[in-house]
């Protein structure tokens, strides 16, 4: 017999977008019992892109382990729904509906990722199961992306994810790992383009101590994706094509199960490849797409579900050609991208203004050259041995290289008003100066 236990009133009666899809089973099995992680009624702001985020205890006894078995999506409001993300904390702890902070970041261990029109509910493969409880999750953090694409007023949600588990323990522990690209660059008007990104060799030897059974995967992308690629490479050779979706539907993205489980070894790579058309249709666009968390921007992700568990093994992926697998904070290419950042405006742009321009700071020469001033390059300051030394500790750190640095420019130092002016003194340094 199940007995649900709510975590909070059900305000509104929620359609599961499971009655159409796959059941899961083992939903059915003796001591299979379900709680859900939903939000109460919450107004859906009249916004574009909202993340929400909320977190609660799991209303069981933590000092017993249970495995979650299946995930059933209940969808309240369809027409802003994008996708729900339900994280596992290790820390009991229950916050209300707000919007997603860096701190929601905390419990990066994901249990289930779902994306609007994936069908039915999701099944943990047989002998598997996401463990919860004494020294493992003892709460959940459910995020939800609404679309609210018409801007409409006085809609609301109380959607969320309904967690079947059992306290007859499963042989192995599941996860999940998220495996892609955060560097898309898409030009208007193409079809067919590429972008790929991998759970590189170096990633897979450092973090496997044995073999991973990968079970289950879905492909997101947003309204440009086309198709996907998913392949395994074992000693550079292409060993196995896991997925291959083409005629991608950011509403209808297929989930694959891999009944005969996908073995990876340490020192295998996966690599995911997306395909986005902006030529064509409703994906027409007329600029350039870059990786964004709104549905405006692109994503290009590999979802995929995997046994044994492998602590912290939850993000294999790539930033250009740089691997994102450590732990988060890690450098990226030899750069931390905040602690830059933070430099730049403490101490660098600082340093590049005082050396390279007049003797105050006000007559510097980024300032007369934005005035378009160019009467009065100051090519003595510029060229000075102390602005070579200024501006070459900025653009020769590993932040400022390749698509790491052009990211840089266009992401990060034009938060900074200051950015401006150092950026035109860097230009006119590397025209003007011999080196
Ligand atoms: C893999 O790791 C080795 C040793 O740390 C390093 O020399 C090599 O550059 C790495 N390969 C890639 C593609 O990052
Ligand atoms: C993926 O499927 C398409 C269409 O069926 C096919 O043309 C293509 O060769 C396949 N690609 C791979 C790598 O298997
Ligand atoms: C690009 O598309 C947007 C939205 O579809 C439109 O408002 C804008 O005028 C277009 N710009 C050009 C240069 O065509
Ligand atoms: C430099 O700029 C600061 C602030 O904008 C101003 O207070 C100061 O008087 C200026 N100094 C000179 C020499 O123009």
Request: glycine fraction near 8%; charge should be negative; include cysteine.
């Amino acid at each position: 017999m199940r007995s649900p236990i709510t975590l909070i009133p059900l305000l509104a009666v929620a359609l599961s977008s499971a009655q159409t899809g796959p059941q899961c089973d083992v939903t059915k099995e003796p001591g299979v019992k379900y709680f859900d992680i939903r939000l109460p009624e919450t107004e859906v702001p009249q916004d574009l892109t909202t993340y929400i985020c909320q977190a609660q205890r799991i209303p069981l006894p933590m000092d017993v382990s249970y495995h979650a078995v299946a995930f059933e999506p209940l969808i309240v409001n369809k027409n802003i729904m994008h996708h729900m993300i339900v994280f596992g904390c290790t820390n009991p702890f229950s916050e209300d509906p707000h919007d997603c902070k860096d701190a929601d970041f905390k419990c990066r261990h994901f249990l289930v990722q779902w994306s609007m029109g994936i069908p039915g509910q999701i099944c943990s493969h047989p002998n598997t199961g996401f463990r919860l409880g004494r020294d493992s999750v003892q709460s959940l953090s459910l995020q939800i992306h609404w679309d609210n694409a018409n801007l409409a007023p006085g809609m609301t949600d109380s959607s969320g994810v309904r967690v079947y588990y059992t306290s007859r323990l499963r042989q192995h522990d599941a996860s999940n790992i998220q495996v892609g690209q955060n560097d898309l660059q898409i030009p208007p008007g193409v079809a067919g383009f590429a972008q790929s990104g991998s759970c590189s060799s170096n990633c897979t030897q450092k973090w496997l101590k044995e073999p991973l059974y990968l079970t289950r995967a879905h492909i997101h992308m947003h309204y440009t994706g086309d198709g996907g690629l998913l392949e395994l490479f074992r000693d550079g050779q292409k060993i196995a094509t896991i997925i291959n979706v083409t005629a991608f539907d950011y509403n209808k993205p297929p989930a694959h199960y891999f009944p005969g489980p996908v073995q990876v070894l340490p020192g295998d790579s996966l690599k995911l490849t997306c395909f986005f058309n902006t030529r064509d249709g409703d994906k027409y666009r007329n600029q350039t797409i870059y990786w964004n968390e709104g549905s405006d921007g692109e994503m290009c992700y590999a979802f995929i579900t995997y046994f044994p568990r492998v602590p912290n093994f939850d993000q294999c992926l790539q930033f250009d050609v740089y691997d994102i697998c450590a732990p988060v904070g890690d450098l990226v290419g030899g750069c931390n991208i905040y602690g830059f950042t933070r430099a730049f405006g403490n101490v660098l742009a600082d340093s590049i203004l005082t050396h390279c321009g007049g003797p105050s700071r006000n007559q510097s020469l980024g300032h007369s050259l934005v005035q378009r001033d160019t009467d009065n390059i100051h090519l003595e300051g510029l060229c000075s041995r102390k602005c070579q030394q200024a501006i070459h500790q900025m653009t020769d750190h590993p932040c400022m290289e390749n698509r790491l640095g052009l990211l840089m420019r266009r992401v990060y130092l034009p938060t900074y008003s200051i950015w401006e002016t150092v950026r035109v003194t860097i230009d006119a340094a590397s025209k003007y100066c011999a080196d």
